[in-house]
Nanobody
Framework: QVQLVESGGGLVQAGGSLRLSCAAS????????MGWYRQAPGKQRELVAL???????NYADSVKGRFTISRDISKNTVSLQMNSLKPEDTGVYYC??????????WGQGTQVTVSS
């Protein structure tokens, strides 16, 4: 079964940058899509960036122009570069993989805290 492990979270000041990484246990090109989601305390998990196997990258309006999702197929990783961070970006960030057949896998999450 697919394992996803996030890393790179931490505490940064507003306006700073952070790069998250997600390592997959299998070839990420076998996934229909990979994405990053986040969940703030007491809030629903929300999509921040989606990278389809084939198609157009989708970003939440709140992060467009600031976040960039990318993948390295040879290393089975997907990353999220986060720039110009805001306090409202605070939350637990989760890596997601969508697989053929509709199955979804999730990482354990990594905490991102942005101070004002």
């Amino acid at each position: 079964q697919v394992q996803l492990v996030e890393s790179g979270g931490g505490l940064v000041q507003a306006g700073g940058s952070l790069r998250l990484s997600c390592a997959a246990s299998t070839n990420i090109f076998t996934f229909t899509a990979m994405g990053w989601y986040r969940q703030a305390p007491g809030k629903q998990r929300e999509l921040v960036a989606l990278l389809p196997r084939v198609g157009i990258i989708n970003y939440a309006d709140s992060v467009k122009g600031r976040f960039t999702i990318s993948r390295d197929i040879s290393k089975n990783t997907v990353s999220l570069q986060m720039n110009s961070l805001k306090p409202e970006d605070t939350g637990v960030y989760y890596c997601n993989a969508d697989m053929f057949g509709g199955l979804r896998s999730w990482g354990q999450g990594t905490q991102v805290t942005v101070s004002s």
